[in-house]
């Protein structure tokens, strides 16, 4: 979901876009709101690991309007975020004083730190870990401008979001949604066109910027992995605290998802590549851009951006994510042509850095909503033959492909209970051979982001991601098919990498992200022995 991604996405009340998580991030924003914290939701979870360290996680809710979060905890630190009354966010640490509380933004890489004050915490404060000052970075006094947007319930596919930051923030998201209300996309779903689709606005291109050179590549961290090869299984996380959990549902690939900005050094981003290759994972990262830099004058830097990661020991790289849709490109200028030219920047560069480095093309928004390929919209399946056409597969390694809108089997193709139900991107098995058959197998397929969600520890869930009352799945079943799905990609050879959608997301809110994760509100973790069979060739 994602997004999702984390990815999310869809126009889910109509039923008619499906999105994904994983982000674009926004600002303001507005999760999930109630008088009561994380209704049905445990207060706090421990989380061990194999050196026997306890992790506590509890939940904090703004008490006010006109919260900042900030880059330390100091009140002359940067103010990084604004908060919005009654939102929930997971609290992961204290200052040594008590009056600082340290929080993540959902699938922002950042941690952020509010008063004691402006939070209600679920649980004892002592329970937080004490971050000492000598471990803090350094700060410079400035208040940086935050951005007042509200929410929009955008889901990951993986999840996918208020803007991005809704689970992946950081003032830039990764979630889609077409932008216009010519269907606000707020869940997983696809259909095929029912309706007619009104351009949305478009973006004018900004004046082409003065190039910067490239930086010098640092020497990568790790030996470059072969871009063939069997099957492997990873997941998307959001503060990667449970690497042993993962590791033993059968996992060696963590997924993270990196802002680009032009002019940006990747430099900010190789700790993320170090610390998974630290924990024993190959990386993958989705790198995601905003809409209004997604115009050919930025190619270069984009492409320069990914080369340094590459060059870092990226394992993988993701190029963009869900580029069919305005909420990831901008609206007017949507073509897979256009995209292909990015790919092909991108891969020269990331294999110039490092030959080693799996190329992923960017995995589109599963949809048939806009009825073909158009400036303003294009759904996937027509996307990935435009793309195909255009020479796409010379400049990838794999081709990108999410799925989070499933309530059914992943072995079913049909019965589904929704409208539309003979579309493809209601199937597990309809999606992988749409995409396989579309590229002739000339690739395989890497899943970035793939889930299934529950809300019976809530349940219930919300409007736009009810698909099957009263909560789409139950968490027995979510485990299953996540299980089920490996199994048969395993066993098929179309599937190279699958990335779950997610592993430990705690977001609840209009976009649930928290329901599509692995690890349950109480902590435990129903998928992870079917994972382990399921990997296991049982």
Partial sequence: MLKLRPHIFVLALAGLLSISTACDAIPEIGIQTSDEPAQGIEKSLATQDANGNVFWTLYATVLSEDIYARRSPNKNSEEVLRLAKDVHYTAIGRSEDGLWIQIVVPEDNNELWLPNSSVSLSGEIEKLASVSDKNLPKTASTATSTIESSPTSIPSNTSTSTATITITNTAIPTTLVPATFTPEPTATNTLPPTATLEPTSTYTPAPTATAIPPT??????????????????????????????????????????????????????????????????????????????????????????????????????????????????????????????????????????????????GAPAPTGYFGGCHPHGCDDAPYIAGMVAAGGLNYLDCVGIHYNEGIMPPSATSGDPRGASGHYTRYYQSMVDTYYNAIGGARPLCFTEIGYLSGEEWGTLPPAFLWQPPYNLTAAQHAQYLADAVRISRVQGKVRLFIIFNVDFTHWSDDPQAGFAMLRPGGNCPSCGPLQAAMSGN
């Fill in 216 to 361: 010098t590549a640092p020497v990568p961290t790790a030996a470059p992995i072969l871009t063939t090869g069997n099957f492997e299984l990873g997941g998307q996380v959001s503060d990667f605290r449970a690497p042993d959990i993962m590791k033993n549902a059968g996992m060696t690939w963590v997924k993270r998802q990196v802002k680009w900005h032009p002019g940006e050094a990747a430099s900010g981003h190789f700790g993320t590549i170090t610390d998974a290759h630290g924990k024993g994972f190959k990386i993958l990262l989705s790198v995601l851009g905003s809409p209004d830099q997604s115009y050919p004058h930025n190619f270069d830097e984009y492409a320069r951006f990914t080369g340094e990661l590459a060059g870092a020991g990226a394992d993988a790289i993701e190029v963009w994510n869900e580029m069919n849709i305005d909420r990831e490109w901008a609206s007017g200028s949507i073509n897979p042509s256009s995209y292909t030219s990015l790919l092909q920047k991108a891969h020269t560069s990331i294999k110039t850095y490092n030959s080693g480095t799996m190329v992923i093309s």
